[in-house]
């Protein structure tokens, strides 16, 4: 008899050393690690190796993936060509589609590595940075080789060394979100993977899948929801309403998560101690505590708190980013563990084929 799950929900079809997000206890980890620590003593390019290679790195280490990440970030002639004719209407998420499907040249050919990863990672960034640029007739940035990934990436975006609390917010960001399971996204780069296509075809998949409003989409409608919520004339009352009516609140709730988000905690504990004076920062702390206590009254049966989301929208706020950048840098995050997962495939491999049951009429 098939067993049929709609979604695939609860259906086990990998097995993976890269990560294990457990939602009852609302904790994940990277190879074993709790990423919450991690956060506190890694930095991106350390957290990238340990995903990428599954050891924590030595310093040699570190330092060799740091250069080759520097090495790696600039676009190629022809994508920087190509970055220029795009139309000016393009999404940003179909511009970083359309130049990382050009690096598909003969240097991706053949099993997936992890130096071709590191390429793919390293360019994310630049190819963000200038598109935002040029949309706004600003001369591009170029990547500055002595700064880290994460602090080029702001640099790239302003033009202006940023400050170092900015950077070690999104740098805690970035991290948090490189890599969560068996995703829409880290599952469809696995599909194609299996088939034995090339990497930049696998990651196209998955930046593709991460462009669905409900994925990669989400913080986007947390701007909406705390938007609304900031000229309202009854906060609670909005929110009783939207609750009531079965409308979903955008940033609150997972779909595996079963307690807190324990990347939503790492990424307040890590706003809170920015000690800045913001007031979209204060505004979101307020919004989660009422939504919070409401949830509890009006759904005592379920467990609902903020996610991953709701958080970020309160960084990319405290770093003045536009919302069309929020989908965009959660997928330069996420580049790790794409390929993290199908340097994984490769190494036992076996095709993605499900079954469908039919159920239309017979004619």
């Known amino acids: 008899m098939k067993m049929f799950r709609k979604g695939l929900k609860g259906i086990v ?24 620590e991690l956060t506190k003593t890694l930095t991106f390019e ?17 330092k060799e993936c740091i250069q080759k990440i520097k090495d790696n970030r600039a676009l190629s002639p022809l994508q920087w060509e190509v970055l220029q004719a795009l139309p ?35 360019v994310i960034p630049t190819i963000i940075a200038h598109r935002t640029r040029l949309l706004a007739n600003k001369d591009v940035v170029h990547p500055e080789l002595q700064l880290s990934h994460v602090e080029n990436y702001l640099y ?14 999104l740098e805690t960001y970035m991290i948090l979100t490189m890599e969560h399971g068996m995703n829409a996204s880290t599952f469809a780069a696995r599909v194609t993977a299996s088939t034995e296509s090339d990497i930049v075809s696998s990651i196209v998949t998955a930046i593709g899948t991460m462009k669905g409003p409900l994925h990669g989409g989400a913080p986007t409608g947390v701007i909406a929801l705390l938007e609304e919520l900031k000229v309202s004339n009854d906060r609670k009352k909005t929110i009783k309403h939207k609750i009531l009516s079965g409308e979903k609140l955008m940033g609150f709730g997972h779909r595996v998560y079963k307690t807190v988000d324990p990347r939503a905690e790492a990424l307040k504990e890590k706003l809170l101690a920015m000690q800045v004076e913001d007031s979209w920062l204060h505004f979101a702390i307020e919004v989660e505590k009422e939504v919070v206590t409401i949830l509890a009254e009006l759904k005592p049966d379920r467990k ?39 340097l994984e495939q490769a190494e036992d491999n076996v095709i993605f084929r499900p079954q469908s049951t039919y159920v239309g009429s017979e004619k």
């Not at 179909?94 to 130096?115: A, F, H, K, N």
């Not at 790239?156 to 917010?169: D, E, Y």
């Open 156 to 169: 790239m975006l302003t033009g202006k060394k940023p400050l170092i609390a900015h950077v070690q917010a």
């Open 46 to 62: 350390e957290a990238a190796s340990l995903l990428w290679y599954g050891e924590l790195p030595t310093d040699r280490e570190v």
């Open 88 to 122: 000016r209407d393009m999404s940003l998420m179909d511009v970083i589609r359309t130049l990382i499907s050009l690096e598909g040249d003969q240097t991706y050919s053949g099993p997936p590595t992890v130096e071709q990863a590191i390429k793919l990672t390293a």
């Open 13 to 36: 079809a990998v097995e993976t050393k890269v990560a294990s997000v457990d939602g009852e206890k609302g904790r994940l980890t990277y190879r074993g690690y709790d990423v919450g």
């Open 304 to 342: 609902l708190y903020t996610n991953v989301e709701f958080y970020a929208t309160a960084i990319m706020r405290a770093l003045s980013m536009d919302s069309t950048l929020f989908t965009p840098t959660f997928t330069a995050a996420r580049m790790v563990g794409w390929t993290a997962h199908i």
